[in-house]
């Protein structure tokens, strides 16, 4: 067995080995860092010197040459900038030759700014990066390794001076360097590098060997301390402590099991005096402690079924508080994907407003038999495509267009059974357990109707082309606070509720794939956009209700719709508002305010309202708006005003608009619906709206009506007659 005094050795030996090794990883580390970060910003002052050399050449110097000497001529001792930094750095280098700095050209003017292999390949680097505002890294110049800062010089329209065709060049510069190099210069390209590269290995060297000297002066102290420290340990320590362990291993050779130990006769006052006397304390308290460790033993063991009891509730409330907490973080997720998808679909709109607004616009000014209509009416067909999958994408952030009424669910689903019929599959067998009784919701027909095509769509193509049955169910059940909670991520009020049920017997999915169904743009099919199940989830929040996914692979699947029970009522559905018709012949007068933050939108509607005839005033946001009418209120005869907009959006614009002028018409566009626009503008009368995007004819149908309500039906009905 290994004496005290030995394991002491070892483990201050082993402890200076490491901590030696540590040393002198982490002062390396630390020293190689300092010194990177030192010509790290070398190089980079370096570099920035001769940027801000170069700058005032471009900028100071050469203009005031350019007036005393003319465009024709070109000095490049002071108008050239890669001249006169090279001339400075010239002299910079008699003192620091080994400070690389230059200006690097694939096929310069100079031989001396040449581009070498290494800052040829920097060059096509840049080009092939656009993005790529610098490069810094350890390169070979001149046999050596530099650590190199390239900053790329890129072809601006102020280089084509000298460098675009000899012709436009100075004569000057032509007699001087002639026309071969230097010259046609692509624009935006980067042609020259401007390069900084300082020497490492030296550096690096000379801080090697001053860790080597300090860590050998370390160890070779270490090791002195650690010969002293063991003999010291060996001679107070190690015997003294083998007499005290001879008298433990008496009583470990002790046949009976008597607590009785024997006593020390220590008599020193150091530490290992105070241990022999603790030992001796310790043998005369150890005979009381044996007595009453039946009574603690007791006592812990109700202690220890008392915190038993207190883990398991612990437990039971942090699982339930762990299902709050995900159930709140998928409920902001939907949120915070709503808010992304709906701005992404009212960007949209804007976008498409001038696509179709321009198709429209080349279409009326091209001959009927131009070859070009075909081409413009798919850009237009394709356009309400794309308008489509914005309805579908503003279905899911809640902010799809709504009119509600009063509709049994199940005469909703029978009504479009022979719709359905011929959508699915035709190996899919459909099957209908619809209540006899009415079961009576709020909501958007046509949406509630988008719901359960989406759904039987999604289970025909479970099916895979297979043989199956769709089942499709409707009901009426009471829904308390525990029946959401253990159910559905949603949590609606507790009350009457109606179901509908869509079964399928096809492929099924795993947990992480219904997790995810509903997420915009997520799908698994080849040529799906992934919108579907996303908007159906959109409409059902709309309508205050829940949607569960009961599904696993290989078993089939099963969606359930929770929409709240209404209560019987005599309210007239709400109708969707018609479209204004336009008299092809109709044409307008006076000056229109357009007001919108799209620059393609301003400049598209202007050009559909100056072809009829009106004038045309554009503001960029709405308090541009508001200025301008103030300016001028009689001239202003209306104001078709976006409703996002920055400064000021389109409902504070109209309510300042109001104050300015009372009876001015406001025609507001926006991707919001009109429901939504009524609560924005608390009550305020707007004289129109129209939904982006919107084509020629609307926006031209809505303006007869606002500027000639009298004349407009009466067109209409000559162009019937006619």
């Known amino acids: 067995m290994k004496s005290i005094g030995t394991k002491l050795f070892l483990f201050i030996a082993l402890f200076t080995l490491f901590f030696s090794a540590f040393l002198l990883q982490r002062t390396h580390s630390l020293a190689k860092r300092l010194v990177d970060d030192t010509v790290h910003q070398q190089a980079a002052l370096a570099l920035q010197f001769n940027l801000s050399i170069r700058r005032y050449v471009d900028e100071k110097i050469r203009p005031v040459m350019y007036q005393l000497v003319g ?10 900038t890669s001249y006169v930094s090279r001339s400075i750095f010239a002299d910079v280098n008699e003192h620091f030759p080994e400070l690389i700095l230059k200006f690097s050209a694939e096929a310069p003017r100079n031989p001396l700014n040449q581009a070498t292999p290494e800052e040829l390949a920097i060059i096509d680097y840049f080009n092939l990066n656009p993005g790529a505002e610098s490069w810094q890294g350890s390169v070979i110049l001149n046999d050596a390794h530099y650590l190199a800062q390239f900053k790329p010089r890129r072809t601006e329209e102020n280089c ?60 070779f102290s270490l090791l002195l301390l650690l010969g002293g420290v063991f003999l010291l340990v060996r001679k107070l320590i190690g015997n003294r402590l083998a007499s005290i362990s001879a008298n433990f291993e008496k009583v470990c050779r002790q046949d009976d099991d008597s607590v009785q130990l024997p006593r020390l006769t220590e008599s020193s006052q150091d530490e290992i005096g105070s241990l022999a006397q603790s030992y001796n304390q310790l043998a005369d308290k150890l005979h009381r402690y044996h007595q009453s460790m039946q009574e603690q033993l007791q006592a812990r063991t109700a202690m220890t079924e008392q915190l038993r009891r207190e883990i398991t509730e612990r437990m039971a409330a942090e699982k339930e508080k762990q299902e709050m907490e995900r159930k709140i973080l998928h409920v902001q997720k939907l949120e915070s994907l709503g808010v992304l998808t709906g701005g992404i679909a009212h960007d949209f709109n804007n976008l498409l407003v001038p696509i179709v607004g321009n198709a429209e616009l080349a279409k009326m000014v091209l001959p009927p038999d131009s070859p070009a209509h075909k081409q413009l009416a798919d850009i237009i067909t394709a356009s309400q495509r794309a308008s489509e999958l914005c309805r579908q994408m503003l279905a899911y952030s809640g902010q799809g267009k709504l009119v509600t009424q009063q509709l049994d669910l199940s005469e909703v689903a029978r009504e479009q059974a022979e719709m359905l019929a ?70 609606p009020p507790p009350g009457q509720y109606v179901f509908l049920e869509v079964e399928d017997t096809g492929c099924g999915m795993d947990a992480e794939t219904a997790g995810r169904i509903f997420d915009p ?8 956009r992934g919108l579907g199940l996303a908007a159906v989830l959109g409409i059902i929040r709309g309508h205050h209700g829940a949607i569960r996914v009961y599904s696993e692979p290989g078993k089939g699947t099963v969606m359930k719709v929770l929409l709240p029970l209404a209560q019987p009522s005599d309210q007239a559905p709400v109708a969707a508002a018609e479209q204004p018709g336009i008299d092809p012949d109709w044409r307008g007068s006076g000056t229109i305010l357009l007001v919108d933050d799209e620059e393609m939108v301003r400049t598209t509607g202007a050009t559909i309202l100056r072809a009829k005839g009106f004038e045309v005033i554009t503001a960029g946001d709405g308090r541009e708006a508001v200025d301008i009418v103030a300016q001028q209120p009689e001239r202003i005869e209306c104001v078709v005003l976006d409703m996002n907009m920055p400064v000021m959006d389109g409902a504070e614009a109209f309510q300042e608009l109001r104050k300015i002028r009372p009876d001015l018409p406001v025609l507001l566009a926006s991707g919001y619906n009109a429901q939504e626009i009524v609560q924005r503008f608390h009550g305020g009368k707007l004289a129109g709206f129209i939904q982006k995007p919107y084509q020629i004819e609307q926006l031209l149908g809505a303006l007869q009506k606002i500027m000639q309500p009298a004349e407009a039906p009466q067109a209409q009905e000559e162009k019937t007659r006619s």
């Open 160 to 219: 084509l001076n000298c460098h675009g065709s000899p012709e436009a060049a100075p004569v000057s510069l032509v007699e001087r360097y002639g026309t071969e190099a230097g010259f046609n210069w692509p624009l935006g390209e980067v042609v020259a590098t401007d390069t900084v590269g300082i020497p490492i290995d030296e550096i690096r060297a000379k801080m090697w060997t001053a860790i080597v000297g300090d860590l050998v002066i370390l160890v």
């Open 422 to 491: 011929v959508s699915v599959d035709k190996k899919a067998r459909i099957h209908y357990q619809l209540a006899t009784t009415p079961l009576p919701i709020e909501g958007d027909a046509t949406q509630i109707r988008q719901v359960i095509m989406n759904l039987i769509t999604n289970a025909s193509e479970a099916l895979e082309g297979n043989e199956g049955d769709i089942t499709i169910r409707t009901g009426s059940l009471t829904c308390d606070r525990e029946y959401f909670k253990q159910n559905f991520n949603e949590e």
């Open 71 to 80: 465009q024709e001529e070109f000095i490049p001792e002071t108008m050239s």
């Open 521 to 528: 743009f997520f799908t698994t099919k080849f040529t799906g």
